[in-house]
């Protein structure tokens, strides 16, 4: 199935507002509810050891079930995967704000994590698919990326402002009014799919492996603070997780139809392979070096919840410099240079971080340089991304590309977190005060910075150069309209070879 767009129309007017807010609710929710967590053990009388699958539900639902939301854009259509997200996503909002007991709250966390998997994917297809290459669709990528991030830090300062003022049902009844506008600006600003040639048969085998090994490998990482790496139980389960995850790769090189075509990342592909590399190593950075500055200005600084979350202010204003840098430059410097560029300065403003975390900090000499200095860097890093992640990926196959992007990026904060929350427990040994902890928050650091650049190497190693000129094209094969309209180009049917649009 080939869900085609008319490449020769503008985008509706509430198209993006719709995508934009896809992103901005899917990375609140990672982040909002974290503030708010002693509030609802207190109220819905949590064990001390259970409390934490309130955010764990939401992880292993969100991480587990990616690759299949942006399969499921391909196959069963990305309006119809979009509107059943929100609705998805709004009911289990509010069956959460109504719960009663401990395993109603982390139910709907759970479903609500199903929603946005479903919702991820499908928004960064619906950019490519209906903004057409070049400076319409950069600004897009570009707004898109500010969205994710202003939602994260809103998260972090909205829970504390909620919790404190409304309380923690607040966090999750939030979600509705949102979701109940922006479906109802779907309806009239999402274009309908067009369905040409056979629908290719759904990837049972392969969702399910994925789904299981995925969400096995995120829960063998977010319970690394309970059982340490070396223990029985967390070697077993990311055992687990490696054999059905080697299992799903085993079984997708034999299907016809497969949830994930293993040529995406071959060397025919490498802007998408650069793009996943890239979103792994810098995301397993930038989540860990969000939590420890958040736990830096609270634990050390003494800043309370709503005075944390406004200190991420300068990180939000970086984060739009550095994504309206990109779109400017996308044409005229290319995806590769963009993300080199980007990964060494996001990784400038983490080892700052590092050389100045300290027990008697300030905001003006801890927090405020290095937080504009790494967010403009990852803020390049957005249009770049979207844009390679989907490069020469045929119509038919964007949204297993965009679903295997998001998948590499929450699997790279899960890893990140994990890994660098052992560092700096290990930085900072058996003292407790607070020169101890920001001795293990400044080594942190280093290690997110030490990652970006892995991200900016690897890039240059595996992007490639642009291309000077288009590919030829196959005998026979005529030029395709959508490519003279200036949109992506759509083949015909899954059998017929990809034109593909070769610009930088």
Known sequence: MVNKVNSNALPGRWLLPVLLTVQFLVSLDMSVVN??????????????????????????????????????????????????????????????????????????????GAG?????????????????????????????????????????????????????????????????????????????????????????????????????????????????WGSGTTLGTLGVAAVLLAAFVAVEARKRDPLLRLGLLGSGHRPVLSANVFSLLMSSGQFAAFYFTSLYLQEVMGYGATAAGAAFLPFCAG?????????????????????????????????????????????????????????????????????AATR???????????????????LGGSLGLAVLVTVAANATGTGTGRASLAEGYATAFMVSAGLLVAAALATAVLHGRRPSSPAPLPRGSAPDPAARAGG???????????LKRRRG
């Open 392 to 410: 020469g990926v045929a119509p038919e196959e964007t949204g297993m590309a965009s679903g295997l992007l998001n998948s590499s990026r929450q």
């Open 116 to 228: 946005a998997a479903a919702l991820a994917p499908v928004a960064l297809v619906l950019i490519t698919v209906n903004y057409a290459e070049g400076p319409a669709r950069s600004r897009a990528l570009g707004l898109w990326g500010v969205s994710g991030a202003l939602g994260g830090a809103v998260g972090i300062m909205a829970g504390g402002v909620l919790t404190d003022w409304v309380g923690w049902r607040s966090v999750m009844l939030v979600n509705v009014p949102v979701v109940a506008a922006a479906l109802l600006a779907s309806r009239h600003g999402v274009p309908v799919d067009r369905r040409t040639g056979p629908a290719p048969r759904p990837d049972i085998t392969g969702a399910l492996l994925v789904t299981a090994g995925t969400a096995v490998l995120v829960l063998g990482l977010v319970r690394t603070e309970t059982y340490a």
């Open 319 to 387: 984060v739009v410099a550095g994504s309206t840098v990109a779109t400017r430059l996308i044409g005229r410097a290319g995806e590769r240079a963009l993300l080199v560029a980007g990964g060494l300065l996001g990784a400038a403003g983490f080892g700052w971080f590092a050389l100045t975390v300290e027990a008697g900090g300030t905001f003006l000499g801890s927090i405020l340089g290095p937080s504009l200095v790494a967010s403009v860097g990852i803020g390049m890093c957005f249009v770049p991304l979207g844009t």
């Open 35 to 112: 503030i708010a967590l002693p509030d609802m053990g207190d109220d819905l009388g949590f064990a001390p050891d259970s409390l934490l699958w309130v955010v764990n539900a939401y992880a292993l639902a969100f991480g587990g079930l990616l690759m299949l939301g942006g399969r499921l854009a391909d196959l069963a259509g990305r309006r119809r995967t979009l509107l059943w997200g929100f609705v998805v996503f709004g009911v289990a909002s509010l069956a959460g704000g109504l719960a009663l007991t401990p395993w109603q709250l982390v139910a709907a966390r759970a479903v609500q």
């Open 488 to 498: 992506p180009r759509l083949d015909a049917s899954p059998r017929t070879p990809l």
